[in-house]
Nanobody, 123 residues
Framework: QVQLVESGGGLVQAGGSLRLSCAAS????????MGWFRQASGKEREFVAA????????YYADSVRGRFTISRDNAKNTVYLQMNSLKPEDTAVYYC????????????????WGQGTQVTVSS
């Protein structure tokens, strides 16, 4: 059974940093893109960042580019999201996703999902 388990969320003041981790089990994702999405209260889930299987290509939403960094460790079957200069508008539940593909409408889609971790940024 495939599982993605996120960790590292919490409460932080604006301008602070957090590092999210997502550990996968049940199968290896070393040949698949992985990424992060988030969903704020009352809003739709949105793409945050994605990383190719090798880590050589990275993609970011405009709202986080320059502040967030995605990385992965295939030996650990884990993907990370380093979040710096956090803003109150970054408050959301953050979800890890694996086996990402891009749809014909240029939207990232994940085959496997974690349960999410809450990130709250206070002003």
């Amino acid at each position: 059974q495939v599982q993605l388990v996120e960790s590292g969320g919490g409460l932080v003041q604006a301008g602070g940093s957090l590092r999210l981790s997502c550990a996968a089990s049940g199968r290896t994702f070393s040949s698949d893109a992985m990424g992060w999405f988030r969903q704020a209260s009352g809003k739709e889930r949105e793409f945050v960042a994605a990383i190719s299987w090798s880590g050589g290509s990275k993609y970011y939403a405009d709202s986080v580019r320059g502040r967030f960094t995605i990385s992965r460790d295939n030996a650990k079957n884990t993907v990370y999201l380093q979040m710096n200069s956090l803003k109150p508008e970054d408050t959301a539940v953050y979800y890890c996703a694996a086996d990402l593909t891009m749809s014909t409408t240029k939207r990232w889609r994940g085959e496997y999902w974690g349960q999410g971790t809450q990130v709250t940024v206070s002003s």
